[in-house]
């Protein structure tokens, strides 16, 4: 059964299937080629008529992750200008629209700031509206075009496309059921860094009242960092490193060029890639305290996602950590700690553990010490049985979305159910209440821990680990 909904900018059909309100590939912004290539997000014309809203819209241009992580997390390709645009599920009232708003999250992929989309299967929000919150989830721009450190654009425009959904979230999302007075910002990776920065924008104030960050904690570079990758890229393209003169070369040149630079380098090995940049702007140098409720955590093995599938776990050697030690550098007080606490573990173990706690649990462990508001940690403990991956980067969306059919290639097909179940479920009460079900974060450090079996709170877990780190 189709459904009709009027937004600012025009009506949109969307389709009912099992209770549930689907709505996809709505514009928030106009199309960003063109006059608007390279600028900040622009709004998009109103239509006449009815827009249909019945299938998921093109993604931000792109290269797939590279194998073996291409297997591991699948991406769809879908061609088109029209990027700029977010998905909702919503519960079907069957006509009545005198119910209650209902709490509101608006999911913001990761992907390094380069990959995904909104259109994966696994971000599908069906649960969320089975389970009475509307789910909105957002494309932005990526890579050079939303994250390229040019003199003549403006900085952080995928984070300008970010404030503009929520803009519209705010402004239209009333009419699909939704409370604009309780919405909760949640994203993983790249998409929790964004949520990050965001909390601390002026551009986005009152625009949301909860945040969720899963595995990605505040980070920002100056602008002179931030344009290392553009300059790299134009000395591979042979133009000058500005707008102008990326515009005028052919897309597909440019995604070459892009993935050349960028496409080896992940969250823990390092390496040239795309960063939130401080504009006292859209990020300002000093950034307030957020005052906003937060759940935030980690994988217990991050790393496992970029160091076991390619083999760097096993091809780790004693030098190879020795001589990392000396880059990060990791005192070897607290290399010796993690040693003495896994005995026998290979090196690219030690490294990997060390990596997490450095560029993951250790901040958001400190994010959490900072806070005024109140704060709520997890960790995810469950351990994958597929390529050796244990609780690795990415394995807990899937849990999160209660959608473990679309996240088997991480998960496997035997995934735990009543942990998909617990997980969702505090995702939910958070949304509504801003209480997940465990103790906010004080002097006591509670953490949720998510396993199954013996999901439970303890206190301040691998404690004398991450003290060794300040």
Known sequence: MDIIATTCRGKVRGRVR???????AIPYAAAPFGVHRFRAPAPVEPWEGVRDA??????????PYRPPLDQLIPEVDIAGEDCLHLNIWTPDTGGDAGGAPLPVIVWIHGGSLRNGSAAMPLYDGRAFARDGVVLVSINYRLGVE??????????????????????????NIAAFGGDPARVTVCGESAGAVS????????RAAGLFHRAILQSGPPQ????????KTVRAMAKELRVPATAEEFAAVDRERLLDVQDAVVGRADPISGGPGFHIVVDDDVVPADP???SVDLLLGCNREEYRLWFVPGGAVDRTS????RLALLKFRIPGRVARLYRASRRGAKPGVILGEMATDLLLR???????????????????AWRSPILGLGACHALEIGFVFDNLRHGESLTGPDAPQPLADAMHRAWVDFATSGDPGWSAWDARRPVMVFDHPGTGTVLAPRQEELRAWL
């Open 220 to 227: 920002t570079v100056t602008r002179g960092q931030g344009s």
């Open 146 to 171: 939303g994250f390229g450190v040019f003199p003549d654009a403006p900085d952080n425009r995928g984070l300008l496309d970010q404030i503009a959904a929520l803009t519209w979230v705010k402004e």
């Open 54 to 63: 019945l299938e998921y819209g093109p993604i931000a241009p792109q290269r």
């Open 288 to 290: 307030p305290l957020p």
């Open 362 to 380: 250790g901040p958001l462990n400190r994010l959490a010490d900072s806070r005024p508001a109140r704060t709520f940690l997890y960790e995810f």
């Open 195 to 202: 949520i990050a920065a965001l909390m601390t924008s002026p």
């Open 318 to 321: 004693r030098l190879t950590l």
């Open 18 to 24: 099992g209770g549930v309100a689907t709505f996809l």
